[in-house]
């Protein structure tokens, strides 16, 4: 395993380099990747990127709600706007039990 600094992008960009530049290191990750590719079902593999979809759109869900909180009261759309959010997640929520996610 690699590493590098975070949010340094000649560190990232050094790391690659070497990485590409090496064969068997290429030759070694392609074929650990293949076994483990072996390892999981298609479906399996669709279930993950369902699920790490849907996650990744509930948290957008959850920040667009939490803004929505700290906006200010009198906005005339705010109420509006909430009900909005709060009737998207909660038919997320219900669509995804039907499915048996």
Do not use: C
């Not at 990750?29 to 479906?43: C, D, I, T, V």
């Amino acid at each position: 395993m690699e590493f590098f600094l975070p949010n340094d992008v000649d560190s990232l960009s050094y790391q690659l380099v070497v990485m590409l530049n090496n064969q068997e290191k290429l030759r070694a990750m392609a074929h650990q990747n293949y076994s483990a590719a072996l390892q999981m079902s298609m479906p399996q593999i669709i279930r993950e990127y369902i699920h790490s979809f849907d996650m990744q759109q509930r948290v957008q869900m959850l920040k667009n709600f939490s803004r929505l909180r700290r906006s200010r009261n009198h906005s005339p759309t705010r109420r509006w706007m909430m009900r909005q959010v709060q009737k998207n997640m909660s038919w997320d929520h219900n669509s995804n039990q039907s499915k048996g996610i």
